[in-house]
């Protein structure tokens, strides 16, 4: 109960401050398997593409969480499982797991997830180089679509470090689905699906 | 029918002001609609014509939201007025914001203006602390904003981001709270009817800008500034100023003015207006868009309210002062 008027809450301050436009370009919002691949800027990006979706793909589409950092207050975890239903993932290596394993469960049970592959929150203009999650999940899950999504201005809404968001008009733009060709190599796939998200900066 | 109406209240009066303007948008809208159904085939003249028609919808809908919002706002009191108005101002300075680049070091800048200076212009318009009112964003934010863009260490194209803040800040807040403030303004015999003061203000501002916008197609001039804007010509401008006063003289039965004064003071709304809406128009040019809506940006979501308000908003504060100062109020 909570958490929803918590969820409705954040969408509507979400559209009150961005608009939070959605662009489908390249394919239709689809209930179809996904992983949402997008630029990582703010903290609000995540908001931003879940407020972004339509409302039936919204609950069965996780984000992932730093576990170490969305887990250090119980406002933050509760915020993270409770609205976003969100997908925790250790960044410390430990050798005796799989970092990925969380979300080889969350695909497993045919839930979309959204990415972002940098890893961190970068403050350049371009993403910076993708780690190489992306990969490992489109060769274990290859029937799963990679969706590119290009998240605009965010970073000027709520720049690194700041704690007030203030209203600056966003976008998210989705493009055509990227998969991974027969052979292709980790690096050249990578940076293949790097530059399909810097091409909808310009759509 | 002129003593009928002069014998009803204050309410009544404004009440049959909004059946009329109601009545009129329907009426409008139906015709429009019956035009949009009628087949005429596939040739360039029909598409011109759907490209018109599709034009007339938007403005159509606009004033139907506007005409609304206002109805909303009289039903409602004072204080909702304020806040829709306030609401108004946000959206608009949103879209000014998304379309002038900010950088880092803006972003302290940018919740000042949004957050501390728009609720307090608007509450200075609330309890009616006029003469703090006009001078609040030329003085005292004038300053404030560099103080906390300089505080933020970051010189690169200081002046250029100042400036941009403090016009948007201008244009957005200080120009759209001067409507509202009319209804606030209290003329001596005037009292409770604030109201169509500010309807003959948006009524006299649109009337001109719509008349200046089809009379410069019809005269063809050779348009003043080409580089800013391609349909401004001196005559269509004329045109439309000379029309929108003229509407404001016949209208004067509604405002505290005799036909004169409200000649004179719709001439310089409309003068103020017209120009504002040019002046825009070459800010947008800068910024390489055809307008603040998404027709014209890709990636930025905006709605292109700004279009729709920005005459208003040039408009408001010279008819604010005008009449504040001729009245001595």
């Given at each position: 109960m909570l958490a929803k008027l918590m969820s409705y809450f954040l969408l509507g301050l979400v559209r009150l401050l961005t608009g939070s436009q959605a662009r489908w370009h390249g394919?239709?919002?689809?209930?179809e398997q996904r992983i949402y691949f997008a630029n990582h800027q703010s903290h609000a990006d995540l908001v931003m593409i879940w407020a972004a979706l339509p409302k039936e793909l919204r609950s069965r589409t996780r984000p992932i969480a730093a576990k170490d950092y969305w887990t250090r207050t119980p406002f933050k975890k509760w915020i993270t499982t409770a609205v976003f239903n969100a997908i925790y993932v250790a960044r410390d290596k430990t050798?005796?797991?799989?970092?990925l394993a969380p979300l080889y469960d969350a695909l497993e049970s045919g839930d979309s997830i959204i990415l972002f592959p940098e890893g961190t929150r970068g403050f350049a203009d371009d993403p910076q180089p993708f780690k190489s999650g992306l990969y490992n999940l489109t060769l274990k899950y290859p029937d799963v679509v990679l969706v590119p999504a290009w998240i605009n201005n965010i970073q000027r809404v709520?720049?690194?470090?700041?704690?007030v968001p203030v209203p600056v008009l966003c976008s998210v733009t989705f493009g055509a689905p990227v998969r991974l060709e027969a052979g292709e190599e980790r690096r050249a796939f990578l940076d293949r699906a790097r530059l399909a998200v810097i091409a909808l900066r310009d759509v | 029918m002129n003593q009928y109406l002069k014998s009803l209240t204050a309410t009544q009066q404004i009440g049959a002001l909004f059946v009329s303007v109601f009545g009129c948008l329907l009426l409008i809208s139906i015709v429009a609609f019956f035009l949009s159904v009628r087949d005429r085939g596939d040739d360039a003249t029909a598409e011109a014509w759907r490209t018109e028609l599709s034009r007339i919808d938007g403005v159509l809908r606009t004033s139907w939201v506007m005409v609304f919002v206002f109805w909303v706002g009289w039903l409602s009191g004072d204080t909702t007025t304020l806040v829709l108005f306030a609401g108004v101002s946000f959206f608009a300075l949103r879209e000014f914001m998304t379309l002038s680049p900010t950088r880092r070091g803006d972003h302290r800048s940018l919740i000042l203006a949004f957050f501390i200076v728009l609720p307090i212009q608007y509450a200075l318009v609330g309890t009616r602390h006029f003469d703090l009112f006009t001078v609040f964003i030329p003085v005292y934010v004038f300053l404030a904003i560099p103080v906390v863009s300089a505080l933020a260490n970051d010189p690169a194209r200081f002046l250029e981001r100042n400036a941009k803040l403090q016009w948007g800040i201008m244009v957005c807040i200080y120009g759209m709270s001067h409507v509202p403030a009319l209804l606030l303004l209290s003329f001596p015999r005037f009292q409770n009817k604030s109201a169509f003061l500010v309807f003959f203000l948006v009524l006299v501002v649109q009337t001109c800008m719509v008349v200046q916008h089809f009379a410069s197609r019809q005269f063809k001039?050779?348009?003043?500034a080409p580089a800013i804007?391609?349909?401004?010509?001196w005559p269509g401008w004329w045109t439309g100023v000379l029309t929108g006063s003229l509407l404001g003289g016949l209208l004067a039965?509604?405002?505290?003015?005799a036909p004169g004064q409200a000649l004179a003071l719709s001439f310089v709304a409309c003068v103020a207006g017209s120009l504002g809406h040019l002046v825009m128009k070459a800010l947008k040019r800068d910024r390489g868009?055809?307008?603040?809506?998404r027709d014209g940006v890709s990636v930025t979501g905006a709605g292109g309210l700004l279009d729709r308000v920005d005459a208003l908003c040039f408009a408001a504060p010279v008819f604010f002062h005008s009449a504040r100062w001729y009245f001595g109020l």
């Open positions: 394919c239709p919002p689809k209930a050798d005796d797991q799989d970092p709520m720049p690194k470090g700041e704690v | 001039s050779a348009p003043a804007s391609q349909s401004f010509g039965g509604l405002t505290p003015f868009i055809p307008n603040w809506g």
